[in-house]
């Protein structure tokens, strides 16, 4: 029985990237996690909780997920007709990458679970918990992914097929314009009043009800949820 991947990161795709790490570091008071040794290529990276966010200069999205047996998970998606990338071959960390050709959304890289070297952040007002994909076809795609990430499939409130990946939860909407990739991020957070004000304060239009509020920065919907 395979256990299900687990969500570790994303890369998101920018056009500026020091321009978006400022609007996290105005809205969620974030600070840019230290790359490690000989990890010049990293972009700017936010920690929320021990998930993490990472802006690059790029055109597409890449996601991080982690599994128990990185040779496990490669036969396995051999036996589903995809030859994944080796990272190591090209003097990479072991990794699979699964290109967004293969998903049917987005860029995977596949990592064997080991001790985080990102720490929790203890300052973080925030915490990832899900995010949104725009597909071209969010049923086939959902189903595509729990194939072959071993996920958990379930609808949300909205009816929306999503997975669950341990804790963090991915839903698959509508790409109607054809563009694909990440277009929302969810967080919850018990600094809900102080998130609110810091992107109002920043002149984004925030949308409140309840205990929930949206906004809109970099083309992605930022959704915060009261964790009081």
């Given at each position: 029985m395979f256990a299900p991947a687990r969500f570790?990161?994303?890369?998101?795709g920018v056009a500026d990237d020091?321009?978006?790490a400022s609007v996290f570091e105005r809205i969620?008071?974030?600070?840019?996690?230290?790359?490690?040794?000989?990890?010049s290529r990293r972009g700017s990276r936010f920690l929320f909780d021990d998930l993490w966010v990472e802006l690059r200069a790029a055109s597409s999205d890449t996601l991080d997920l982690r599994c128990d047996d990185l040779d496990t998970q490669r036969t396995h998606l051999q036996q589903l007709g995809i030859e994944a990338l080796d990272g190591s071959?090209?003097?990479c960390k072991p990794c699979l990458r699964v290109d967004a050709m293969?998903?049917?959304?987005c860029t995977v890289d596949l990592r064997e679970n080991a001790p985080q070297q990102d720490r929790a952040s203890a300052d973080c007002m925030a915490r990832l918990c899900g995010l949104e994909l725009a597909v071209r076809a969010p049923e086939?795609?959902?189903?595509?992914?729990?194939?072959?990430?071993h996920a958990r499939p379930f609808r949300d409130e909205d009816g929306v097929p999503s997975l669950r990946l341990g804790d963090f939860r991915l839903r698959f909407n509508s790409?109607?314009?054809?563009v694909t990739g990440v277009t929302a991020l969810d967080f919850a957070t018990s600094a809900f009043e102080a998130l609110v004000r810091n992107a109002s304060s920043q002149g984004f239009s925030?949308?409140?009800?309840a205990h929930h509020a949206a906004f809109s920065a970099l083309g992605i919907a930022f959704r915060l949820r009261s964790d009081r």
């Open positions: 570790r990161g994303l890369k998101v020091q321009a978006a969620f008071g974030a600070q840019v996690a230290p790359a490690s040794s000989g990890d071959a090209l003097g293969d998903t049917g959304a086939r795609v959902a189903l595509h992914w729990t194939q072959l990430f790409a109607p314009d054809g925030v949308g409140i009800e």
